[in-house]
């Protein structure tokens, strides 16, 4: 059976830093693009950020351009399938369920086009 399982979040101050990881069981996701997902209380889910499955690629939603990291152990040559994403420079609009994905075609910005679903991890940004 495959497996997702997010952890790393927390509660943080605005300003504050976290760094989400995104471990994957059942199966080696070396040939899969990876994405994080966010959805936040009362809003749709949106896209975060995705990684190609060399890591040579990366995209990022227009909202954390600059303050997100993507990045994935198979883009080192690991056999361990571990995403992760830095969070920097976190704001309370970043406060969400955040969400890894995979898919085995391109990445993409859409959730649909991904077979594999993480249960989430809480992030909530608050002083």
């Known amino acids: 059976q495959v497996q997702l399982v997010e952890s790393g979040g927390g509660l943080v101050q605005p300003g504050g830093s976290l760094r989400l990881s995104c471990a994957a069981s059942g199966r080696t996701f070396s040939r899969y693009a990876m994405a994080w997902f966010r959805q936040a209380p009362g809003k749709e889910r949106e896209f975060v950020a995705a990684i190609s499955w060399s890591g040579n690629s990366t995209d990022y939603a227009g909202s954390v351009k600059g303050r997100f990291t993507i990045s994935s152990d198979n883009a080192r040559g690991n056999v361990n399938d571990t995403l992760y994403i830095q969070i920097n420079s976190l704001k309370p609009e970043d406060t969400a369920d955040y969400c890894c994905?995979?898919?085995?075609?391109?990445?993409?910005?859409?959730?649909?086009?991904?077979?594999?679903w993480g249960q989430g991890t809480q992030v909530t940004v608050s002083s």
């Open positions: 994905a995979a898919t085995p075609d391109s990445y993409t910005a859409y959730g649909g086009r991904y077979d594999y």
